[in-house]
């Protein structure tokens, strides 16, 4: 892909400049928002896990589609995933287990998440608090009295005062395994 010149800063940025986000959760559908540097063609797996989220089993839902241009580096997309076609018909998505999610790319050549979150000068963060790295989540409980909900403002990184991200990331943590606790 060929910049203008003065674009040094965004070519040493990673493919994917901002997200996974996950948006909804359904028992039959999934959706994750991404935004990226240039247009690609996406595709998003849901996974079961086994063994308290330390394994990824089948893939239960999946969906592929390009995304949509905002500016010429700017590229977004809201996939969703939904039954795959070996899927048995009434099977879904149960609230009292974890599922993890997988998103590949295909820009100038192929990314996998952890490529696309990474270049030269950035290099990828964890977004798992699994050794397999996949992102997990859980979809909300059938009890509105078992729902567990954080709540925070946006970060200022410029403003005073105490980042509290990274205690609310603990909490997740300290979870992670336990769909039933998880917040």
């Keep these: 892909m060929k910049y203008l010149a003065g ?9 994917l400049l901002a997200g996974p986000m996950l948006r ?28 308290q989220g330390e394994q990824l089993g089948r893939c239960i839902l999946q969906g592929e589609q390009r995304t949509v241009a905002l500016g010429q580096h700017l590229h977004v ?8 076609y070996d899927t048995l018909v009434n099977e879904t998505l149960q609230s009292d287990r974890l ?24 290099p990828a963060e964890p977004i798992s608090y699994f050794a397999h790295q996949q992102p997990t989540f859980i979809l909300p409980p059938e009890h509105l009295s078992d729902l567990k909900i954080a ?26 395994n336990q769909p039933k606790e998880r917040l």
């Design 24 to 51: 909804r959760t359904e028992a039959d559908a999934v959706t994750v928002w991404v935004a990226l540097k240039q247009p690609c063609q996406v595709k998003l797996q849901i996974l079961e896990t086994a063994h």
């Design 151 to 176: 709540h925070g403002s946006c970060r200022k990184p410029h403003g005073a005062g105490f980042d509290t991200l990274p205690i609310l990331d603990s909490l997740i943590e300290a979870s992670a």
């Design 7 to 15: 674009d040094d800063d965004l070519k040493d940025l990673p493919l």
């Design 99 to 122: 599922y993890a999610y997988n998103l590949s790319f295909i820009a100038d050549k192929p990314y996998s998440l952890r490529a696309a979150m990474e270049s030269d000068r950035h």
């Design 77 to 84: 997309l809201a996939i969703t995933a939904s039954l795959a």
